[in-house]
Every structure is written in C-alpha cells, then in structure tokens.
C-alpha cells in the first residue's frame, strides 16, 4: 500500500549482498525485482532474498518497476498489486509486454483475498500471489520452483529456434531437390488428349512416379512406380528411373531393355527394403495394341467399350530392383484394343484408401464403379469421386495416382504422333558399315565385342544380342581359321586332333604376314521388323561349298557343324565367288 511521506519516482536502488551464499543448481543467484511502495516490505522481502544469494532490484511504484526491467532484464519480478502513480496490474501488463517469449515470472504481494482480485492479478499476467505478511520458506519455494520454469522455458526457446533453422534450412534443401526431381521426372507426354492422369501425395515428395514418352515409332510408353515408403527417402528412386526411363525411350529402346536397365540400376543403389511396385505399357496406337508389364502393382484394368466389360491385367512379377538382372523376367502380355477402349492404372493408394470407420476402398467398390457406370467418359472422375466420398474428412494414409488411356487413331491423339507415326509408316531405316581386320592384328585382336558393341545400339536388336554373337562368331571363325590360316576342320574328328589343330592356329597366327577378314553390315527396318545381312570376305581360297559335307546340328561329329549352325538361325546363308565370301540374313520380327 502507498505510505505517506514517501517520495515517488525515486532512482531504482541495487542492494549488493556482501556475503553471498553459496549458489546450486536449485539456488542459482538470480537478479530479483522488488516493487512495493512500503518500506518495511521492501526491506524484508530484500533480507530474505540477499540471504538467499540473489541480487536485488528495489522499485517504489509501477513505473519503477517498469523501468527497472527495460535497464536490468530482472530474472523474476515480485510486484505489489496496490501502488501509487502506476498500480501493479498496469505494470505487469507492460512488463509481460515487454518480455515477449522471455518467461518472466510475475509474484503479485497482496493481502487482497477475495476471489475477483486475485482473478485480476492472473488477468493482467500475474503467475502466483505471495500473501502479506510474507513467510520465508513459502517464498523460497516459489522462486526455486519459478527459476526451474525459467530454465525450462530458456531451454524450450534454444531447441525451438534450433528447430526452426532446421526446418529452414531442410527447406531450402527440399525446394533444390524437388526442382531437380520436377526437372528429371516431368510429365513428358501425359498432356495428350488421350490421357487423364491424378497425382496427389501426402508430402512435397511423391512415393508414386509417372513418367510418359514418345518411341521414334510413334508409340506411347508409360511406366507407373510405386516406391516403398513416402516423401523424400521414397521419392529418391524415381530420379534414376525418371531418368533412365527419358534416356532410353526416345532414343527407340524396347520394353524389355528399358524394364532391365532400371531394375539393374535400382537393385544397385537402393537399401535393402526399397523398391517400386510397378507397371508399364507400349502402345502402339497404329496396330491398336497394348504390351504391359506389371510388377507388383495393383491388377490394371482395360475397359471395353463395346461390351462394356472389364479384363484385369493382374501382376505377374516382382516389383523393380528386387531381383538380380540374371533372375529378371521381362515377359509381356499383348493386348488388342478398339477405338474408345480405356486402359486404367492405379497405385495401391487407391485400394487402400480408407474411411473413418479404418475400412479400406478395395478392389471390390472399385469393380462397382465401373459396373455402375453409365458413360464411359465419365469413369476417371467417377472414381476419383468414390475414392474422396469413401475417405471423407479421414487422413489419407498413402499417395493416391490414377490414370487413365483412351485408344483412339494416331491423328486424334497429337500432332507429334501423327508425325511420328507417319515417318514410322512411310519411311524405312537403313545404315551400313564395313570393317576390315589385318594380319597384325590377328594374333592380338578380337572384333567381335566391337562390332556386338555397336549393334547393341540399335534398340530393335539388343533382344537378339546373343543370337547375333554367335552368327558373328561362327562367320568369323570361319574366314580366320579356314580361309586366311587355311586350316582342315576334318583335323578335329578326333579329340587328338583338337590339340593338333589349335597349335596350327597358333603357330600359322604368329608365321602369318598378309591376309585379311572384311565385315560388310547392312541394317534395314521395315513396318514389321528388319533385316540384318552380314557379308564376311577372307583373303583365303575359297572351297568347294558347292561339294561341302553337310553336317546337321545333331551329328556326333566334332567338325563342320559351324555352317548348319548358321542355316539354323539366318533366314539365308549364301557362298559368293570361289567361297571366300559368305553372305547371311538375319531377320526379325518386331513386337512393338
């Protein structure tokens, strides 16, 4: 209370005790302000408090007292609820003001008792009440009890900053990451007029990754993955997919080759327990069919228009990067499809969708939507409705995506297939190469990986990679051995004669000064596939081919099987001149 005779406005007054007690961690030295406007109260409160260890702060008046705090920054603050110029309500409102996040703990010193007063201390931001006449232990208590608050306020304001810096800083990681991830795994082609697609992730990464391209044949590939997990530690594998996937589609690879080199790719960096439910579709709007893959995704569905039917496309292999390249199967099955036949994919987000009640949406509500439906074009949001009706205000608890394809003709689609198709139907790709091995280079060399090497490269032919190799071979070791080295096969009818033969190689190898072997390779694609013809020239003789023994495949003899071998898997085998010069054709048939 305000005591006559005493000056207001006064300098605040700092006691410095001159014995301090020893400070522990529950009795730390703390910087205390004392504002009451009675002398007697301010000296005992300030015995105690100095006894204690702790600095002291003397204010007389609400104004004091906020002055007080702006110089000093008092660790806790005792206030009298009634002083003269500023009462203690107004000062602890400023004071809290003042103090922001810092906790400084307010004790009101009161003798007020009624209920509506001390509801007004805690309303202008008081913390507790300290009753007149003040007992020692009391106050010591709250002020132990108020500093641990403080301490653990301090505390929670470090971490709290700490963590928004991490934050920031794990943001400003994520908006670098997820603009290189939107440059590797864009959307490609999926803004044909055929395709309707709906991505929609639990995080700024996505688990689920679409990737679409156009084939230089015209077809449309596209590969829906479902990575194991959510957001970033999920989303890490669909970079090198995205990125393999856009590599080698445009480029003209098969669906095989490209299912192979992402499975290798993943199988290789990812831990053990990551990998990607997959499935993935060539299509081929000019013969109106669909090749797909699936691998561990939920049953894909094609959609007949006509009779308004659906078949399942059930999952028949492990997902991507589960198994070595050794153990992968890349099988496909074909489908043909009529104009306004739909294919529709989903990633198991969609089954697994679940309401309120924690029932999941299933393949079975799914099968309704599609037997329900009544327009065909109105299926992709009829589903995209049910799921989000189903689910209602319920958490959704992984990534949902959906898709949607519509057969129609090439021209319907978009110009670039028109383009592409019509250069695809109207024009044929043809290359041609030759290559010449000399003597030098016989004992040291072999050209066969070369050459393989560069066949490879062609997409329509890595399918057929060991069938070429051993046409190549076979052809190669013919010219080498029986042309240029001039050796009998009839030498190895024996098992003694293998020995005999093979050092004549190498002796005639390291003896040999002239000769040659010429590769001529021609490549040639049409609508259904292409023709591959290899002409191998050797310096040597010639035979007499038109006389030549002809051994078949399941002769017992040890010789002169290198030619039916070659019958076997060309479509021609021709002798050109004295019969150093063998032409072969190998013809294959595409399945895009």
Known sequence: MHQPGIATGAPVQEIQPPDEAPTTMNNRRLKILVADDTDTDRLILESILRKEGH???????GLEAISAYEAEHPDIVLLDALMPEMDGFG??????QLAGDELVPIIFLTSLSDTESLVRCLDAGGDDFLSKPYNRVILQAKIKAFNRMRELHSTMLTQRDQIVQYNNRLLQEQQVAKHVFDNVAHSGCLNAKNVRFFLSSLAVFNGD??????????????????????????????????STFYGMVPKGFGMSDILREINGKLKNILPVGIFCCAIMLDINFRKRRVKIWNGGLPDAFIYRQKTATVVPVRSTHLPLGVLSNRAFKDNCEYFELAINDRIFLWSDGIHEARNLNGDMFGEERLKQVFVQNREPSRLFDEIIEQVQQFVGTNDKDDDLSLLEIRMDEPAQVDQAFVDANQRFANAEVEWSMRFEVNPRSFRVFDPLPMLLNVLMEVPSLRSFSSTIYTILAELYANALEHGVLQLNSTLKKTPSGFSDYYRLREERLQQLDTGYVRFHINHRTHDEGGILRVRVEDSGKGFDYQNRNRNSLHSLSYSGRGLALLESLCSSVNFIGAGNTIEVEFCWVSDD
């Open 55 to 61: 600095q002291v702060l003397l204010a007389r008046n």
């Open 209 to 242: 990754v679409l990737v679409a391209a156009m084939r230089p044949n015209g077809n449309m590939m596209v590969l829906l993955g479902d990575f194991t997990g959510h957001g970033l530690p999920a989303a890490i594998g669909a970079m090198p997919l995205a």
């Open 91 to 96: 000062a602890a409102r400023t004071i809290k």
